[in-house]
């Protein structure tokens, strides 16, 4: 298996098992949690601090979780034309919190459905 694939599984893990024990609170921030998981301002950013593109911070995202093409339904279409911030708004979103959809389509799509659950 490679790097990219167990690192995403090993922090799967431990966010799932977080979440089932309440390790974290239901508020954190998707920034908190990466910061108490990986060490750091610097995990996401270079030297600390955004970068004017956010092109350092998706490779950051992309080589703990992969890519966008890698992943799943909702991911895949989405390849190329947007980065992980585009959707998840680390300093904003609540850990759990998933995008909505409708925040760019108007057509109804929902995760669930795309993904049949």
Do not use: W
Not at 44 to 59: N, R, T, V, W
Not at 71 to 77: C, E, F, L, T
Not at 98 to 106: F, K, N, Q, Y
């Amino acid at each position: 298996m490679s790097k990219k694939v167990l690192g995403a599984l090993f922090g799967a893990g431990l966010a799932a098992m977080a979440l089932s024990t309440g390790a974290f609170a239901e508020e954190q921030k998707l920034a908190e949690f990466h910061v108490e998981m990986n060490g750091g301002c610097d995990s996401c950013h270079k030297d600390g601090s955004p970068s004017a593109d956010g092109e350092y911070e998706f490779q950051q995202c992309q080589g703990c979780h992969g890519g966008l093409a890698d992943m799943d339904a909702v991911h895949k279409p989405h390849d190329g034309m947007l980065k992980c911030a585009d959707c998840h708004a680390p300093h904003d979103m609540n850990v759990g919190q998933r995008p909505t959809c409708e925040a760019c389509h108007d057509d109804g799509r929902t995760p669930e459905k795309i993904l049949g659950k």
